[in-house]
């Protein structure tokens, strides 16, 4: 599989999931947009996935890159139907792309944090073999604040109505940042503001308070975050979703 990858800032990358891409061989393409990098012609790739990053889907002047982006993800999505997963940012994009609305959050969320499948993703593919009420990494203070037409709401949070989409048989995307590795709190901090931010959230030892969370989490959420990785990998691919060992 070949697989090109909107990362928005060095530090907020796929995470956990590159073990598994290097795991199956997936050929990986890492568009860096921070860097410079321009996008390269679709028709090389069979899906695209779009990572988190501090910036919000409405600041295309401060980010020119930005609207080019999204009109890549459309095309990705709409007009090719390839394979797609985004995270965070990604998430959002997704939604702005095909039509639905992004706003700030009423409520931002910056924690270790239950998710609630509702119907539709306790029934998903998508889904399928996890239970509801999994934990995982939040910190987002913009949310899809209307899905686009004809996509499918699969989880939320009590502060968060979309914490997860699909659009059609092929796209999936999620709010929480489930790529998240024991490093990745410290990884952020190199995120200029960051460290202000997290005291904000969490008071003078946020950092480590945040990194104490997740880790005594960090297996429930990794076995999460490889299930739902094989499960895309196989609704994309149109391959039976395997029942949970």
């Avoid at 800032?9 to 890492?30: C, I, M, N």
């Avoid at 695209?48 to 990705?76: C, F, N, Q, S, Y």
């Avoid at 945040?210 to 739902?228: G, I, L, N, P, Q």
Wanted: proline residues 5%.
């Amino acid at each position: 599989m070949r697989i090109l990858i909107f990362q928005h800032t060095a530090s907020v990358h796929p995470g956990v999931f590159r073990d598994y891409l290097a795991a199956d061989g997936t050929e990986v393409t890492t568009v860096d947009f921070e860097a410079g990098d321009a996008i390269p012609a679709l028709d090389r790739f069979d899906a695209l996935w779009v990572m988190g990053g501090p910036m919000d889907v409405w600041e295309t002047a401060e980010h020119p890159w930005m609207k080019t982006e999204i009109e890549t993800i459309r095309e990705a999505v709409v007009d090719r139907g390839m394979g797609f997963f985004g995270l965070c940012l990604g998430h959002q994009l997704l939604a702005a792309a095909l039509g639905g609305d992004v706003a700030l959050a009423r409520t931002p969320e910056v924690g270790v944090l239950p998710i609630d499948l509702n119907g539709e993703g306790r029934n998903s593919p998508w889904f399928a073999g996890i239970g509801s009420g999994f934990h995982a990494l939040e910190w987002h203070y913009a949310e899809v604040a209307r899905p686009p037409d004809g996509a499918l709401v699969l989880a939320s949070t009590p502060a968060c109505p979309v914490q997860a989409m699909s659009w059609g048989k092929h796209a999936l995307s999620l709010q929480f940042h489930l790529e998240s590795t024991r490093d990745t709190i410290e990884e952020w901090r190199a995120i200029p503001g960051t460290d202000d931010l997290i005291i904000e959230a969490m008071g003078e030892n946020g950092a480590e308070i945040f990194t104490r969370a997740f880790a005594e989490r960090a297996d429930e959420a990794h076995a999460v975050a490889r299930r739902v990785y094989d499960n895309w990998k196989a609704v994309v691919m149109r391959r039976p979703v395997l029942a949970a060992q």
